[in-house]
């Protein structure tokens, strides 16, 4: 686990810096990012009890990915090493919790924590992923795969606007989840095959 969770924040530290290289510094608005992803998640999940809504939870575990993007940014600190940070979010995951909660519940807990703190609990967050049924394991191959998307996203164009969301009437997102479905996570080149496999399919490439 601690290896996994220090190149999770390796790869989210080198993401970041490509948007600002002095992003640690920078007091974005993390918190805020995480309590939208939040009522993103609910949207896939389904809160309109006046109609019929199935959980779409390939897209809900999508969204906790998202989550867990944000939050890993938000912990981090400009005197605090990649080391120090995985030996804090071991501690936190592994925290016992005899508390039982629904995604609805979790995805509003982790919210209203985000706000209230404007920060991220991780606590709050391994609730969610228990209400999920999503394990650390899948957490680390999600993440890497979505790190991958979002460097992809950046290549394309992200960020003056030209980047194509949606292909063939889908989300980006939505065809990344078919990809994880069909490569190898345990490669050795896991993350170039994602890249690969976005290139290919993506229309502008």
């Known amino acids: 686990m601690r290896q996994a969770l220090e190149t999770m924040l390796s790869m989210q530290h080198q993401m970041n810096t490509r948007v600002h290289p002095d992003w640690i510094n920078q007091g974005f608005?993390?918190?805020?990012?995480?309590?939208?992803?939040?009522?993103?998640?609910?949207?896939?999940?389904?809160?309109?009890?006046?109609?019929?809504?199935?959980?779409?939870?390939?897209?809900?575990?999508?969204?906790?990915?998202?989550?867990?993007?944000?939050?890993?940014?938000?912990?981090?600190?400009?005197?605090?090493?990649?080391?120090?940070?995985?030996?804090?979010?071991?501690?936190?995951?592994?925290?016992?919790?005899?508390?039982?909660?629904?995604?609805?519940?979790?995805?509003?807990?982790?919210?209203?924590?985000?706000l209230k703190s404007k920060?991220?609990?991780?606590?709050?967050?391994?609730?969610?992923?228990?209400?999920?049924?999503?394990?650390?394991?899948?957490?680390?191959?999600?993440?890497?795969?979505?790190?991958?998307?979002n460097f992809f996203r950046q290549d394309h164009g992200y960020k003056d606007g030209s980047y194509q969301k949606i292909w063939e009437g889908r989300e980006d997102n939505e065809h990344l989840a078919d990809l994880m479905e069909v490569l190898d996570s345990q490669s050795e080149d896991f993350p170039s095959d994602v890249y690969a496999a976005l290139k290919t399919k993506y229309p502008a490439s």
Not at 126 to 142: G, Q, V
Request: charged share 25%; hydrophobic share 45%.
């Open 119 to 149: 920060s991220f609990s991780v606590v709050q967050f391994a609730a969610l992923m228990r209400a999920c049924n999503l394990s650390f394991d899948e957490l680390y191959r999600h993440y890497v795969g979505k790190n991958v998307l």
């Open 29 to 114: 608005e993390w918190y805020r990012a995480i309590w939208i992803e939040c009522g993103e998640l609910m949207d896939h999940f389904g809160y309109k009890w006046w109609k019929k809504q199935d959980p779409d939870m390939s897209q809900v575990r999508l969204e906790v990915i998202d989550i867990w993007h944000f939050g890993l940014s938000a912990l981090f600190r400009s005197d605090t090493s990649i080391a120090q940070l995985a030996e804090h979010l071991i501690g936190e995951l592994e925290v016992n919790s005899s508390e039982v909660l629904g995604v609805r519940e979790a995805t509003e807990a982790l919210a209203m924590s985000s």
